[in-house]
């Protein structure tokens, strides 16, 4: 299992140390959160105007040298279904219970698609895993990557990026080097 470190709803000043910080201490990932500009689209100029929302002609470059997996969130039956046609799926906050009756439901419409022998990631933010054991039940359940602001468990939803990084080692010491 891999662990991501959440850069939303932060400082941006607080990007790059928390970046540095999270490669030190051996998270696999951050996510920053994004509109989605269509990743077959890219490497050429697009623009887009849709019933949500829109934006001018733009360039991403250089593009990707290969295809980027497309994860959906939602949990609802069709954001589920959604998901289930293409590389990942995002939970919500929920409880491990829901999060592992999603992975099931997912599960389901793969097979249905054909497609149950294909890679296919999970991102769970679980309520109600904060310990060694709990993270390694949401594995077993399916969860490849939990999506975490470690620091909470240790100094609450701080501001302060000096707690916010004893929060990131103290994490990495406590969850990711015992679960390797």
């Excluded at 269509?38 to 949500?52: F, I, Q, W």
């Excluded at 289930?84 to 929920?94: E, F, K, M, T």
């Excluded at 990631?121 to 309520?127: F, I, L, N, P, Y």
């Amino acid at each position: 299992m891999k662990f991501v470190l959440s850069a939303a709803f932060n400082d941006p000043g607080h990007l790059i140390p928390l970046a540095a910080a999270a490669e030190e201490c051996g998270f696999a990932a951050m996510s920053f959160p994004d509109h989605v500009v269509h990743p077959e689209k890219l490497g050429g100029m697009v623009e887009h105007r849709g019933r949500d929302y829109a934006f001018e002609r733009l360039e991403m470059s250089p593009a990707p040298p290969a295809r980027i997996p497309i994860w959906v969130g939602g949990i609802s039956d069709p954001a589920l279904r959604r998901a289930a046609r293409h590389d990942g799926w995002l939970s919500d906050l929920q409880t491990s219970a829901e999060i592992a009756a999603c992975i099931a439901k997912l599960r389901a419409y793969r097979s249905e698609q054909g497609r149950s022998g294909e890679p296919f990631d999970v991102m769970a933010s679980a309520s109600d895993a904060f310990t060694l054991d709990g993270y390694r039940r949401l594995g077993e359940a399916g969860v490849t990557h939990v999506l975490t602001l470690p620091w909470v468990f240790y100094h609450g939803d701080t501001r302060e990026l000096d707690l916010k990084l004893d929060g990131m080692r103290r994490f990495a010491e406590d969850v990711l080097t015992r679960l390797g």
